[in-house]
């Protein structure tokens, strides 16, 4: 039977591989830039993000990645699943469900009035599984994303305006 626990600052190296595993699955595998610090500090020092490890037999196996947000229109913190990923061997036994249950408990246990993530349009099994839970997307809504040069040209824009 698996367990989830908590990961520890120890932990990192190899949330660090499953995150990379997880690229891979996503075919992206170049687009981790994350390091052992960078996660530490993150993780750890700032506590920006929680991680659970999902473990059998002593092997880690999977993990989740999660954080709290906040609901203007509720006026609560949400959990966000940034990333849950159970390696290939390990799927089809009830452990991506364990996960998902292990962090809708936290989110209940946080007076959370809501448990979301983003899912890519193309991975049907995982879409599948997640419907399947009682999850439902959400149609009228696209996500947005400013990074890299744009995110930079626009803080830029506003230290200009506040000269």
């Known amino acids: ?38 996660l530490e500090q ?52 009830g452990y991506g469900k364990l996960l998902l249950s292990y962090l809708a408990n936290q989110a209940q246990n946080n007076d959370c009035p809501r448990f979301e993530w983003i899912v890519l349009d193309w991975n049907t099994p995982s879409i599948n599984f997640y419907k399947a839970m009682g999850a439902k997307p959400l149609d009228t809504w696209t996500v947005f994303r400013l990074e890299n040069k744009a995110l930079k040209d626009l803080s830029e824009q506003f230290e200009q305006l506040n000269q």
Request: charged residues 30%; proline residues 3%; glycine residues 6%.
């Open 1 to 38: 039977m698996a367990t989830i626990r908590k990961a520890q600052r120890q932990d990192v190296p190899v949330v660090l591989q499953l995150i990379k595993e997880l690229a891979e699955y996503e075919k992206e595998p170049d687009a981790v830039e994350a390091t052992e610090e960078i």
């Open 42 to 93: 993150s993780i750890f020092d700032k506590q920006q993000a929680n991680v659970v490890l999902l473990e059998e037999g002593g092997q880690t196996i999977g993990f989740a990645l999660y954080f709290f947000n906040f609901s203007t229109w509720r006026g609560k913190a949400g959990l966000y699943l940034e990333d849950l990923f159970v390696r290939p061997e390990f799927r089809g036994r």
